[in-house]
């Protein structure tokens, strides 16, 4: 059994951008750095390394044979788990970051893709079990970034509700206020017009313990501009209220499609159809709707464009031509094939011999 050829398959696969996939919120802010930090590659090989996971992944997709799938169980549940198939890759080398000194940043020795190496009795199984890892690990990933993002995301939104909630009153309160403000300058400026028409020439500076010493008409046209400011308000934080129901309507169904599946690329993909369901039966000519609407599709296609198109083996999987074990180890293992049968043959002649002159006697 020791002389049985084994073929080694590798490959490497590729992070396609930052992950996971931040937003840039002004067009002036860096370019986030390609990869995976080191701090959450940590926490997804932590996850990818679950022998549970792997069996699962594995029999969803069904690309391993009973055999093959048996080694890459054995594989999980040894002591070093798969950390010698998939070993992660950085942009700089330890060597690299002495040279550059100071060059080198955290974040931009990223994680940047995945070496994945397997051993197989035949080349075709060894190149199935590479690109098996790599799809598994990229899920596992996928999966990670969105069961953190979509279990709290509900959470989080329907507290930004009740915040805007708490703004409209506080902002209705001062419309209010500067309603009531602006009726009582207008009766004192209608008592004393005289006085009221004298604009004021003199330059100064203007805060609340002296505001009230300015002319009525001048304090009346503060008070419009405060209302106006007022009213604007309210209809900001009503707009944003307004889009963040949605988002809740949206995220609500996202959280029971994570809870549905432990697949991050049947999650992602299943995100534009669940997109779909929630705006059915909306006024797509509501200009918040549409606001809303498109910028989950852009999440979605930004991520999909990652994970799932740009994250990909831009090496391999190998088909390997030639065995994995050196000329000298195939040799050795042979000689000890055939002293092993070689021994077994002498033994069993002797005790042959034996029986047969015990039987003549």
């Known amino acids: 059994m ?5 073929y080694r398959s590798e490959g490497f696969f590729q992070f396609g951008g930052p992950i996971p996939v931040t937003v840039q919120k002004n067009i002036k802010d860096p370019e986030p750095n390609p990869g995976i930090s080191l701090a ?4 997804y090989a932590a996850a990818f390394n679950t022998s549970g996971r792997f069996v699962e992944f594995s ?3 069904k690309t391993l044979d009973a055999k093959d799938f048996e080694k890459m ?4 549940s040894a002591r070093e788990g798969i950390s010698q ?4 890759v950085f942009p700089f080398t330890k060597l690299d970051a002495k040279e550059l000194a100071g060059e080198v940043k955290d ?4 994680v940047i893709g995945l070496r994945i190496s397997a051993v197989n009795d035949t080349p075709e199984g060894a190149q199935r079990m590479v690109a098996l890892m790599g799809r598994y690990a990229i899920d596992t990933i996928i999966y990670l970034i969105y069961s953190d993002n979509l279990r709290f995301k509900q959470t989080e939104i329907t507290t930004k509700i009740t915040k805007l909630d708490n703004d409209i009153i506080k902002e209705k309160e001062g419309l209010e206020k500067f309603k009531r403000k602006g009726s009582d300058l207008k009766q004192i400026v209608n008592r004393y017009p005289e006085p009221a028409s004298q604009a004021s020439r003199q330059i100064v500076t203007i805060n609340d313990d002296n505001a ?6 001048t304090q009346l046209m503060t008070s419009e501009v405060e209302i106006s400011e007022a009213t604007e308000a309210i209809l900001q934080a009503k707009t944003e209220q307004s889009k963040n129901t949605l988002l809740l309507e949206y995220y609500k169904k996202a959280k029971d499609l994570i809870n549905s599946t432990s697949s991050g690329e049947e999650v992602l993909r299943g995100l534009e159809p669940l997109k779909i369901e929630v705006f059915k039966n909306k006024n797509m000519d509501d200009e918040v709707i549409k606001q809303v609407y498109n910028s ?3 999440d979605n296609q930004n991520a999909l464009n990652i994970y799932l198109e740009k994250s990909r083996f831009i090496a391999g999987p190998s088909l390997p031509e030639n065995r994995a074990d050196r000329l000298s180890q195939v040799v050795g293992k042979a000689a000890l094939f055939g002293l092993l049968l070689s021994l077994i043959f002498v033994i069993g002649r002797n005790w042959w011999r034996e029986n047969n002159l015990s039987l003549l006697k």
């Open 2 to 6: 020791y002389a049985f050829p084994k």
């Open 296 to 298: 989950i599709t852009i």
């Open 107 to 110: 974040g931009n020795n990223n």
């Open 212 to 217: 009230r010493y300015l002319s009525p008409v």
């Open 73 to 76: 169980r054995r594989a999980f």
């Open 40 to 43: 959450n590659y940590k926490r």
């Open 59 to 61: 029999e969803k997709n």
């Open 85 to 88: 198939m998939i070993e992660p």
